[in-house]
């Protein structure tokens, strides 16, 4: 079983690039505080490679 991870939005994606604010939406993520949790498989750690500026990541066991 993959590891799930927590990811919360903490920065604003106004003045932002494109293709950071559509990873961000198809990480589930649309306003600052929200939190989702997905499993980390290569294609979500790929997408939170591309943000990283703007959220934050917690590893779940």
Do not use: C, D, F
């Amino acid at each position: 079983m993959a590891k799930k991870i927590i990811l919360k939005q903490v920065k604003s994606i106004i003045n932002r690039p494109l293709n950071q604010r559509r990873n961000l939406e198809a990480l589930g993520l649309h306003k600052i505080g929200q939190e989702v949790s997905h499993e980390a498989t290569p294609n979500i750690l790929g997408m939170v490679n591309k943000v990283k500026h703007l959220i934050s990541v917690v590893e779940v066991n």
